[in-house]
């Protein structure tokens, strides 16, 4: 997947109807955790990135948003049991080095940078939720200073999204790792 460079960042405001999403194709295709088929329920990802930040916008289809919800309420919890989103980015596409953000449905964040003896790190990034009639959306602002600098044209880096959806009782992700969090 090519994310496109914008010159403008959408506003951050957990809607993805800002005109800079619109331009940005779109990525779906979750499976379930460990290859198990479909999912229930459908999930899809826009990407792109300006000169100073990487930015993701989701779109999380639900069965029941009256049960969407979350109960981890600090910085830095468990919010993967929640209705939440993990994102893992290895800019340097080596599996040696990645960062790990998530956050559930209230924007609860929870990161980690996953290297050889060390799993510790706290980064600067943003995200906004929005609950809507049959999905809920989030908009994530990735400072690329936290990954060292900007991409070089052509650069390939490694990404993965995960879903935890309570409603459908279901765990998904983008590309299927069978469950290992990013391969």
Known sequence: ???????????LDGNLGDKSWRQVPVASGFTRDGGQG????PTEVRL???????????R????????VGATVAETDGPVWDDDSIRIFVDPNHDNETWYEL????DGIRFDQLM??????WSGDWQVACHKHAKHWEAEIAIPLDLFG????????????IGRHSKAAGQ????SCTFGKPYT
């Open 1 to 11: 997947f090519t994310a496109l460079k914008i010159p403008d960042a959408p506003e």
């Open 38 to 41: 479909q999912p229930k329920v």
């Open 48 to 58: 792109t990135w300006t000169t100073a930040a990487l930015h993701i916008g989701i």
């Open 60 to 67: 999380c289809g639900e069965l029941d948003m009256s049960t």
């Open 102 to 105: 998530a956050f559930n449905v």
């Open 115 to 120: 290297q050889q003896g060390a799993e510790s």
């Open 149 to 160: 600098e900007a991409p070089a044209a052509g650069a390939t880096w490694g990404l993965n």
């Open 171 to 174: 765990r998904m992700e983008w």
